[in-house]
């Protein structure tokens, strides 16, 4: 069998001290396909995801126990946890609920793929929703995504997101009109992590981040931050040259430079000439990003605002990568990528079981650093992966973490807020096993 990895994971997420909640988180844990999913998937989720997909089946939610529906037959559980938001600090999680079958598909139990990402919104919520909702079910229809050569998995995370920021493109006049009823200017950043054995692809838009918490030695008693994504800001000399070439450009405003959005003046009717008065408006803090279709450029056909992700892959050793880290801006903009992953090496061994995860103590840590700095807090988004050495001690759980062993298959995920991995989930019925096994958590 392949080597595969063992981690808990914990996710928090919160609106911070702005308007409106833009950030929103994607997890996904599903069995390999063992056929080609491009030619093997149902017709009706081929297409930007217009059609229902097993993440849209209908969500049970929790009153006071897990209501379970056990029916005889063997073979693994198709559950789905969805965690619901609030300020207290345990935070509350839906029972899993089956879902109805979309078509056959072969899918292999004992290999596992593991799907994390953090969208952080901007300019309306309807960019990153969107992402949520159809990023990942575009990236695994994509050739080459279930492919053992690197390169290959790379290139279709790259055409993945561009098919989902085109098929944005389609969803544009649906979606709310700015004040003076221009067409939205919705857009999301989007960093994204794939495991898949020992694997971790990587893939990136924006100025969310992506850390990993190495330590070299095991004489160290701290551990160093890889920072495994680098933020598309447009001063940047590679993309403010892209951002210029495609007949961008790049203004400081406040002190932040920004991609200018050339906007036909506002008392302007009808088609844009040569002639028609052009406002330069210092806009968008990011280079790179999902959605701001503002930015398309009629002359060169492209958007300046680039949908293409920087991508890389990682071999994960867990003696030496202990933490991987995604979060937002609002958690980095306040805590250094080093303080981040010592934080959580810290807590874990001063916090005992059902404790605070660690997800949800950087993200109170870095709302708590906006507060001391009297700034208005923005949206703050963070999912922590530890990861655990095969073979290891048993593993204390701390509060709304789960353990997942990507070798022995999803069947084996317990349900959140057990101390221990030791819950059985139950089987489900041979209706059930014709839909492909998934965990799905969506935050926001």
Known sequence: MEESIIFRMSA????????YMEDVVEIRIEYEPTASPVED?????????????????????????????VAAGSGPASAMWVESLSNEDSGGYGAPASADAAGERVVNTRKSVAFFAVFDGHGGREAAHFAQEHLWDLLKRQRGFWSKDHGEVCAALRKGFI???????????????????????SGTTASVIVIRGVHMYVAHVGDSAVVVGVKENDSDITLQALEVTQDHKPELPKEKERIERLGGSVMKKSGVNRVVWKRPRLTHNGPV???????Q????????????????DFYSGEFVVS?????????????????IILGSDGLWNMMPPKNAVNMCYTHDKMVGPKGMSCARRLGCTALLVWKERMLRADNTTVIVLAL???????????????????????DHVPYPGTPYNTCEVPKVSARALLQPPSLTLSLG
């Open 273 to 279: 000439r040569r002639s028609t008065v052009i406002d």
């Open 388 to 410: 655990q050495e095969r073979g290891g001690p048993p593993i204390p759980m701390h509060r709304d973490e789960i353990v997942v062993d990507m070798a022995t298959g999803i």
């Open 307 to 323: 949908p293409e992700p920087d991508t890389t892959v990682m071999t994960l050793d867990p003696k030496r990568h202990r933490y």
């Open 41 to 69: 998937y149902p017709k009706s989720q081929r297409h930007g995801g217009q059609e229902k997909t097993e993440s849209e089946a209908s969500r049970q939610t929790e009153n006071g126990q897990h209501e379970r529906d």
């Open 281 to 296: 408006i210092p806009f968008l803090a990011v280079a790179r990003s999902l959605g701001d279709l503002w930015s398309y």
């Open 12 to 19: 928090f997420s919160e609106q911070g001290g702005r308007k």
């Open 163 to 185: 098919a989902c920021h085109h098929a944005m493109w389609k969803e544009l006049p649906e979606w709310p009109k700015t004040i003076t009823g221009l067409p939205s200017t």
